[in-house]
């Protein structure tokens, strides 16, 4: 017999998805372990995240999942059914607005939104102006870099309209909201291990059986999840699955940019978060009254594919903050520019259509919660009650491969058709192919 440590169920990665998953398996009985190589849970990509929670995606899964994903968020407290110490994650349910390139809302997104249900207005400028004071409202698509010659052009014309919906928001304190679900998964005798980097995944007779440690020990379990983040191609590497999935997933660096708000406005309290399709930006309040600045990663803007997620450059680039901060200023004219630069960068683990995946793997009992492209914090709830129902079913013999799993979500009552996030699905051509998922 074995003397090494055994658990039912090994996560590898302690961010929200991860320490999310830890918590849904205990729900469900499963003695757990998370293994993270930082300090804490949530110091990876979670950390870093804008937390924004928004349902305008362009898949019916997209929307489906993040509808789902907001009613967790609303009743956040409930859910974890247990209390930290360190505080509970707020969540600032600001409503969102979109702008710009009108087609895609109004043939794609908004379809969506009336099938399932979420609610929106269509809000002409005179609303906008309304609503956020000194915005200019003018049409500048498609969107351009600060240097490029045109940038400073004045539009000829004004934005049609755009899309409002009151189901959207953000969530105070990404690293907090992780700590939260710590907390919660142990409560119910999930356990989490951190400064501890998983090396290798040992396999026997075609079936994961734990995970090797960088001290040489080893973990024992039947079932391992890669949630990983950005270093999940890393983990399937590992485990020798990375070349039979058809959908594989990267590491991309991405910079958020932080600013105080324009003069005159109170951005913090009255501010929402805007979707700037027309100028390739998102911004949302921040606490002290700043503006949180995020690309949209328009096609004029470089993609920095990093090889190493151990090993790229934490610095915020002069160029990319020069011309986001020009585009913001574009749409918030009294926006101050600042002298220094302020923000952060980190890695989004981006898949080749921008939808996640969670699926089994062909390596039996090892799983995967990966590919979240930038944007399934807000599903971490979702994908973590999906993969605990996945990994449940599977290893009770269903064949998810052949038969996808669905699932019939908590709040919502909507169904889940989990072929849709499966590693060897086609490329889904509805997606954005962006951060917009
Ligand atoms: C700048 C930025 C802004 C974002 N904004 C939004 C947003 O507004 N809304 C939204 O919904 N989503 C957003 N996202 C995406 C969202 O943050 C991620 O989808 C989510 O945080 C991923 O959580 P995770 O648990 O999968 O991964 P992570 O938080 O990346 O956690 C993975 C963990 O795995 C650990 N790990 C890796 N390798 C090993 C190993 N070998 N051994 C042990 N541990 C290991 C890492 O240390 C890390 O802690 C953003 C992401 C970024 C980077």
Redo the contacts with the bound molecule.
């Keep these: 017999m074995s003397e090494n440590e055994r658990f039912d169920a090994i996560i590898?990665?302690?961010?929200?998805?991860?320490?999310n998953i830890g918590f849904e398996l205990c729900k469900a009985g499963y003695r757990t372990l998370n293994?993270?190589?930082?300090p804490a849970a949530?110091?990876?990509?979670?950390?870093?995240?804008?937390?924004?929670?928004r349902t305008h995606y362009s898949t019916w899964g997209g929307v489906a999942m993040a509808y789902e994903g907001l009613a967790y968020w609303q009743q956040w407290a409930d859910y974890l059914e247990t209390e930290d110490e360190s505080g509970t994650a707020g969540f600032i349910e600001c409503g969102g607005v979109y702008l710009g390139d009108d087609q895609r809302y109004t043939d794609k997104v908004l379809p969506l939104f009336d099938e399932i249900g979420v609610p929106y207005e269509i809000w002409s400028t005179a609303t906008l102006r309304e609503r956020i004071p000194g915005i200019n409202v003018g049409r500048h698509a498609p969107p351009k870099r600060a240097d490029d010659p045109n940038f400073s052009d004045e539009p000829s014309e004004e934005l049609n309209n755009a899309v409002f919906s009151p189901a959207a928001g953000?969530v105070t304190d990404?690293q907090l909201a992780t700590h939260n679900l710590q907390r919660a998964a142990e409560a119910k005798g999930g356990e989490f291990r951190f400064n501890?980097?998983?090396?290798a995944i040992p396999i026997e007779d075609g079936r994961v059986v734990g995970v090797e440690l960088k001290d040489g020990s080893r973990i024992e379990a039947p079932v391992v999840v890669n949630?990983?983040?950005?270093?999940s191609f890393?983990?399937n590497q590992m485990a020798g699955v990375a070349d039979s999935m058809n959908i594989k997933t990267r590491a991309l660096r991405?910079e958020?940019h932080h600013l105080p708000s324009p003069a005159g406005l109170d951005f913090e309290k009255d501010g929402l978060l805007v979707g700037d399709d027309d100028l390739g930006t998102y911004f949302r309040p921040e606490v002290g009254n700043n503006v949180l600045l995020?690309s949209q990663d328009p096609d004029c803007d470089p993609q920095d594919w990093v090889e190493d997620p151990d090993d790229f450059d934490h610095e915020l680039g002069d160029d990319q903050w020069r011309t986001q901060v020009f585009r913001l200023a574009r749409r918030l004219p009294d926006l101050g520019i600042p002298n220094s630069k302020k923000g952060?960068v980190?890695?989004?683990?981006v898949s080749d259509d921008w939808i996640p995946i969670y699926d089994r793997t062909d390596l039996d009992g090892f799983y995967l919660?990966?590919g979240?492209?930038?944007?399934?914090?807000?599903?971490?709830s979702v994908a973590a009650y999906c993969m605990s129902e996945l990994i449940q079913r599977t290893e009770a013999g269903h064949d998810h491969d052949a038969d996808p799993i669905r699932i019939t979500q908590r709040h919502t009552g909507l169904e889940l058709d989990m072929g849709a996030y499966s590693r060897n699905r086609q490329i889904n051509k509805d997606s954005s192919f962006s951060v917009l998922g």
């Design positions: 590898i990665g302690a961010g929200i998805i991860g320490a293994i993270d190589k930082l949530g110091y990876g990509s979670t950390g870093n995240s804008c937390a924004i929670v953000y990404p501890t980097e998983v090396i949630v990983a983040g950005p270093h890393v983990i991405h958020v995020g952060i980190d890695l989004y683990d919660a990966i979240s492209s930038g944007n399934q914090f807000k599903n971490a």
